[in-house]
């Protein structure tokens, strides 16, 4: 199966963006860095590094970063709604709120699960502002279900998160390899928190990576220390 490009008025962002890092900048709700300054901060610390784009959460944070540069952002909501546990950018009104906050590419939540709006629906909102529109999958048949809804281009971002995926503690290099076998194009995103995970990504076939917690949450950087050293203690 071969997806349905882009128009070639917006292909040349996807473009821009192959072969580079992109950084997620968020922070959960009860986060010290929950503030849109810290999102801010973060995000000028990222580019400083070398980030080719951002991954960002909110209407609020993506207008007060897209005020301090022009690089891509991805961008998305999070919110819950009820009988539905699909909660990134899953409606409309969502898909609107970050296409008008500047955001480049609207990322949604494309997976099987009950969802109060179809894929098609949330592509042709997105394209209707006249912006990319990135599904966030779990598994091939739900990549090649959102081509044929009409994304521009995918992301592994949802693969342990849906009950039917791997639930691993690693990235899903197996579902990257089942995308590039039957030549869809994606983005690598999930658990890609070492360097050398996410340069293999790339390798993998990904057209670029995004990597978050490992960058920019500190409290799960920690935790992971902290847990590590609780966890030597104990044997």
Known sequence: MQPERVSPAL???LER????????????????????SHIVALS???????AAALRLRSGEDIGAVRQQTGVPIIGLTKHDHPG???????????????AAAGADIVAFDATERPRPYTVRALTEAVHAAGKLAMADIS????????????????STTMSGYTPYS???????????GALKAVGLPFIAEGKLNTPELAAHALK???????????????????????DAIRKSQRE
């Open 11 to 13: 292909a040349p962002l």
């Open 17 to 36: 963006l192959r072969g580079h890092l992109i950084v997620s900048v968020q922070a959960d709700e009860g986060s010290p860095l929950r503030d849109p």
């Open 44 to 50: 000028r610390a990222a580019l400083l590094g070398g």
């Open 84 to 98: 539905t546990q699909v909660y990134i950018t899953a409606t409309p009104p969502e898909v609107a709120e970050v």
């Open 139 to 154: 598994t091939l048949e739900e990549a090649q279900a959102a081509y044929s809804a009409g994304v521009d281009i995918v």
């Open 166 to 176: 791997p639930q691993q503690p690693g990235p899903d290099f197996a579902l990257m």
């Open 204 to 226: 993998a076939g990904a057209l670029c990576v995004v990597v978050g917690s490992a960058i920019t949450r500190p409290d799960q950087v920690t935790r992971w220390f902290a």
